[in-house]
């Protein structure tokens, strides 16, 4: 089981904003990255840091972060946004070793 | 141009052994933190586990699934990065993707860069 809950699946409209939630112990210390994979794609960084996006992410996405939850907010969905997203943080153990949550499929209708 | 080109998966039986190799180009690997992530067949991500630059130390951490059967090391003349992986079961088979790890101090880290991937295949 994996130590970053997210929710199984979300809709927004299009245009409209989203909002993803990634929930877990270690994000009271430590910031949780986002990617972004298309079906028979590798993954794409899109957040990383307290809210930092890579050269090429449009700026509709945006992260954020309270208490044990961190937040990947798109705003302005756009058809090609539609992909399932995955947090990423630290385990809660101390060992700095990485975990992902189970991923979040976003569709937009 | 960063790339990484992995390679080296194929169709493996149970209890037998793989090599993965990862072709790092385009930036100073030898001073790059690397991970290995995984994905199984319409599954999420699973953190592998990671290197560090020998700056740092050189050493390895892994995901307690594979400890102790997961072997992760570098080349930096060879700008190379590998995954020997021995006593594999079938809940092995995935997607092997290797990336670089970023960080900052203690407060955070992520995956810049991904391979396009390996796959493996455990079964008899």
């Known amino acids: 089981s994996s130590e970053l809950t997210q929710d199984p699946a979300v809709s927004v409209a299009l245009g409209q904003t989203v909002r993803i939630t990634c929930q877990g112990d270690?994000?009271?210390?430590?910031?949780a990255s986002w990617y972004q994979q298309k079906p028979g794609q590798a993954p794409v960084l899109v957040i990383y840091?307290?809210?930092n996006r890579p050269s090429g992410i449009p700026d509709r996405f945006s992260g954020s972060s309270s208490g044990n939850t961190a937040s990947l907010t798109i705003t302005g969905a756009q058809a090609e946004d539609e992909a399932d997203y995955y947090c990423?943080?630290?385990?809660?153990?101390?060992?700095?070793?990485?975990?992902f949550g189970g991923g979040t499929k976003l569709t937009v209708l | 141009e960063v790339q990484l080109v992995e390679s080296g998966g194929g169709l493996v039986k149970p209890g037998g052994s793989l090599r993965l190799s990862c072709a790092a180009s385009?930036?100073?690997?030898?001073?790059?933190?690397m991970s290995w992530v995984r994905q199984a067949p319409g599954k999420g991500l699973e953190w592998v586990g990671r290197?560090?630059?020998?700056?740092?130390?050189?050493?390895?951490d892994y995901a307690a699934p594979v400890k102790g059967r997961f072997t992760i090391s570098r080349d930096d003349s060879k700008n190379t990065l590998y995954l020997q992986m021995n006593s594999l079961k079938t809940e092995d088979t995935a997607v092997y993707y290797c990336?670089?790890?970023?960080?900052?101090?203690?407060?955070?880290?992520?995956?810049?860069?991904w391979g396009q991937g390996t796959l493996v295949t455990v079964s008899s």
């Open positions: 990336t670089t790890e970023g960080f900052m101090g203690y407060s955070s880290s992520w995956y810049g860069y």
């Open positions: 270690s994000l009271r210390s430590y910031y």
């Open positions: 290197i560090k630059s020998k700056t740092d130390g050189g050493t390895t």
């Open positions: 840091g307290k809210n």
């Open positions: 385009g930036f100073t690997f030898s001073n790059a933190w």
């Open positions: 990423n943080s630290r385990d809660s153990s101390g060992n700095q070793l990485g975990v």
